[in-house]
């Protein structure tokens, strides 16, 4: 399969504060491919270098050495920063820091205004952004009436508009309530779906990484471990030693597992664990 | 004794305007003295409104708040006692951290007080030292330390007020799961030590569930019930139904009885599942 991402022992450090201290390492080598398509969720706890990670994808950051690529463009190459970031958008965790107009419909075509597209053409955009994510008739309302998961679906809008190829979400649900964190997981989950544009989202919800195709997770600036969230969870142990949950059912059957009752090890889901209970009291 | 009482508290926003909205509609409450209790309910559900209402924050449209037996607004003058007896924390209360050490900031609603520089330091130390912040960090700056602890330094802002009533509106809004637990437990350790009563605003039923004893769940600006954790909680299918999450595991046993297979008994934490389940299976096997 096609790389989209392709990460080349990155290291980053932030500068040291004074001359006395040593710059603080933040990532320290990681290579990590991502295909293109994928829908890759990020797991780390605070300060495991996830977020910088996620940065510089988009060129928010730039490596202290290696290389990051997307879609053949090194984010090193400034010539080629606004291609970059047309091709990789980035979703932040606070609704309300990413929000830059006064109408939804405006507010969606900001990326748009600034990449010059002609207004027939934009407007097309425009409009069929916000329907895909769900939000065409709030498209004259003022961003600030919306909810916390409304205002995550218009800022992916914005980016849907530009025809990414990617999207990076950085712990876009962590400010949501229940209703809003599932409206964006099942926006996200369709875009993947139906335009085929390459999911990464970090998040500290197990439940939201156990709907993805693969997880990484990152502890101390390194990746440890990268497969399937079922292979992944199934490895509770490891799991919880990194400071990270395991969803509630895969936690329970390796309780059981560990009685002594024998439950499969590799439940994610609900479904899977009524399942899996059902046969035991057949 | 109740400590903190509704009575037909009732809160309308922008009255007389065509935005007129009703957020807290006739909610009668008792909240019993030293309880732990889990405030829950989706956005726009008035369940922020009604919390701003314990401390006078907000004045009722009508109806009463009443704490430790006096109607908090019968003498608007003393409204700022009340602020006293009862402390808020907000959502991200790191962001209100201004002081230029952690102990001047935690100091700061003391010194307010018009307490004693000795009492000062008694409570600063105590509720650093319940909300796990070593003594060696009071004299650096808050803005040198990390997130996390930057909430935990605002949170002991609040509790070495010594409120009545504590209560903290998302205190684990952002954080990973070492860190909710870590605060969780903080909180639970300063609840056993003054036996103040304390109230935790959360979505995360998951959170709630191994910590409250007692729910409080708000729906479209109505008190839809206020009782023990487990009774609450045994009414999970209508908690799902107005749109708050329940645990997995509670779930998957709803969903068992749905296919027939009941245990009788109502599921929320993991490891009460996990007995239940290895009980019932030793006794198959004994049959």
New interface residues.
Partial sequence: MENIIEIRDLHFAYDAEDENSEPTEVLKGIDLDIHRGEFVAVL????SGKSTLAKHINAILLPTSGTVTVDGIDTKDETKLFELRQRAGMVF?NPDNQIVSSIVEEDVAFGLENMGIPYEEMRRRVDEALKAVGMYDFRLHSPSQL??GQKQRIAIAGIIAMQPECIILD?PT??L????RREVMETVKRMNREKGITIVIIT?YM?EAAQCERVVVMDKGRVVIDDTPRKVFSQVEKVKEI???V???T??CY??RK?G?SVPEDIIT??E??EA??K??A | MAILETQGLTYTYSQGTPFEKTAVDHVDLKIEEGSLIGVMG???SGKSTLIQHFNGLLQPTSGKVILDGRDIWADKKKIRDVRFQVGLVFQYPEYQIFEETVFKDIAFGPKNMGLSDAEIKRRVLETANDIGLREELLERSPFEL???QKRRVAIAGVMAMEPRVLILDEPT???????RDKILSHIKRYHERTKNTVMIVS?SM?DIAGFADKILVMSHARLFCYDDTEKVFSRAEEIAEI???V???T??FL??KR?G?DFGKDVYT??Y??DL??K??AA?RGE
């Fill in positions: 780390g706890h605070n300060g965790q909810s916390g712990e962590a400010m309530d229940p209703q809003g500290h439940d400071g990270l949950d969803p509630q059912v936690e329970l309780e059981l009685a009752v609900e479904e664990c009524a209970l059902k035991l009291f | 989706h956005t726009g990390s997130g996390g809004a952002g954080l990973d799961p070492a860190g979505h998951e749109g708050l999450d645990p997995q595991v779930k998957v969903e068992l296919q297979l993991v490891g599942a996990r389940l290895l019932q299976l198959r």
